[in-house]
């Protein structure tokens, strides 16, 4: 999970259990700037509870969305994510960073299982320190298994990616360049996939947990055929469509009160840890299945606090013709975390 030196353009790649999706964005102005998109749907069955069924069919696509941006595969960013990532944040003694790695290992013993299985990668947070003796600290790791199977992917479709990341901080990333007034207090960004919903808490702006729900666009639709005898075509297009109706709003009241739920155990898992009240002040939804018609009204009137649909192009520079023949507006939710990965400089 090493950072890599700054270049021109970035690559980031957000393999979906639906949807390959793939940004570039240049780095070399001022202020960086979207300038291609692709987006692939993946075969139904291609990737099921986060396993790869069909590598060789989820690199052809891989391959082929980033052949469509005529991106340079050496500068590549992909993300590891799901139950076999831990993020934790922790005080220990004050060392300098030369220090911190060997005695961020044994700190690790203490909060990962098998630490010899994983990945570590850790961030200072407060380097000035204050004069302080104590530190705070970001620890990640992620399970080997877990990075080498993506690596194994990206491999078979020619990519040597030159960093690995972590979901949670790719959607913190561009999270953080569209809504800076967000990055104070203890506020939610749950993005919703295909299959899998990741709750992410932020702490004053630091991703300090992070969570996954199993549901998506996938579950709803099951939901839409069992509940209302709907076909798949059917409530897909309900999914994706623009209005409300009786049949969806039933479903969507089911599984965002999953989703609050899960919102407030993260919450109340981390209430003696977090700054100020201890609240979480606003939700912010982000991925495919955030703009399913009346879901993030539905969360907020559970919650009764603000929910807003995320934007990753809010307030970033994006060129003329990085989107192509796409609709901004149904795309952009999907890209928080493609662009996030792209937002990598160092």
């Not at 990737?47 to 005529?70: F, L, N, W």
Request: hydrophobic letters at 45%.
């Amino acid at each position: 999970m090493a950072f890599f030196g700054r270049k021109k353009t970035t690559v980031g790649l957000d393999i979906g259990s639906g949807l390959v999706k793939v940004a570039v964005v240049d780095h070399s102005k001022s202020t960086p700037e979207l300038v291609k998109v692709a987006i692939t749907p993946l075969p139904d069955d291609a990737i099921v509870d986060g396993e790869v069924m069909d590598p060789h069919m989820v690199s052809d696509v891989i391959r082929t969305t980033i052949e469509a941006v005529g991106a340079n595969t050496k500068a590549v960013v992909a993300a590891v994510g799901g139950r076999d990532v831990i993020i934790k944040r922790i005080k220990t003694e004050r060392v300098k960073e030369a220090q911190a790695r060997e005695l961020m290992r044994w700190e690790a013993e203490q909060h990962v299982p098998d630490v010899d299985s994983v990945e570590l990668d850790f961030q200072i947070l407060d380097a000035d320190g204050d004069g302080r003796d104590e530190m705070s600290v970001l620890l990640v790791a992620a399970k080997r298994d877990l990075v080498e199977a993506k690596l194994r992917i990206l491999a078979e479709a020619g990519i040597t990616p030159s960093s690995m990341d972590v979901d949670a901080f790719a959607l913190h990333n561009a999270f953080e360049l569209n809504y800076p007034a967000a990055m104070s207090g203890a506020v939610g960004l749950v993005n919703i996939g295909h299959e899998v919903t990741n709750i992410n808490i932020l702490d004053d702006g630091v991703p300090i947990l992070t969570r996954d729900l199993p549901i998506g666009t996938r579950r709803i639709r099951e939901d839409l055929q069992r509940e209302h005898g709907l076909s798949a075509a059917d409530a897909e297009a309900l999914i994706r469509g623009y209005d409300r109706s009786p049949q969806l709003d039933s479903v969507i009241a089911q599984r965002t009160e999953e989703i609050a739920t899960g919102l407030e155990r993260a919450i109340a898992f981390l209430s003696t840890s977090l700054k100020g009240d201890g609240q979480m002040k606003a939700v912010y939804t982000c991925g495919g299945g955030s703009r399913t018609p009346g879901l993030t009204e539905s969360l907020g009137q559970r919650l009764k606090k603000p929910v807003e649909l995320a934007n990753p192009l809010a307030t970033m520079s994006v060129r003329e013709g990085a989107l192509e023949s796409l609709v901004t507006d149904e795309v952009a939710p999907l890209l928080m975390l493609s662009i996030g990965l792209a937002l990598r400089q160092n």
